[in-house]
């Protein structure tokens, strides 16, 4: 095979090669995107548990407490355990809703953003309404 000849090949070689890699670096890139869409929406349900655990933690603190600590102690841990779930529940959607860095595209889609808004908005408004509870309710005294 003349020079001329190795040389056009080697080319073609190098330029298909170099297409591949693209590609395969292309590829990589939506993966990660992928990866990162899943983490956000891990971290989505993270916020949600803390929540719905510090809810139930301010109910818990109402009912559980009566007679062993002052009411107006009561009430307080009550309330702010109960104002830390809703701020849980905005935090879990102002964090998926404002990621940062813009996200590269990917295959994976992201939850609808009014989905995200109409479930931390009703558990905002039961948290509302615990509130109320926390402050108007009995204690567990009898």
Excluded: C
Aim: net charge positive.
């Amino acid at each position: 095979m003349d020079p001329a000849r190795k040389l056009a090949k080697s080319a073609d070689q190098m330029e298909s090669s170099a297409g591949h890699m693209e590609d395969s670096a292309d590829r990589r890139t939506q993966l990660a995107s992928d990866r990162t869409v899943l983490a956000a929406e891990r971290t989505y349900a993270a916020w949600v548990r803390t929540g719905l655990a510090s809810l139930a933690s301010g109910v818990g603190a109402k009912k559980l407490l009566g007679g062993l600590i002052p009411e107006w102690l009561i009430v307080t841990v009550g309330t702010v355990l109960v104002l830390f779930a809703a701020f849980s529940f905005a935090a879990a959607v102002w964090r998926d809703l404002d990621p940062g860095q813009p996200r590269p595209r990917g295959d994976t889609r992201r939850l609808p953003a009014s989905l995200l808004i109409a479930v931390n908005g009703f558990l905002v408004l039961v948290t509302l309404a615990v509130l109320v509870g926390v402050w108007l309710g009995r204690t567990g005294t009898g």
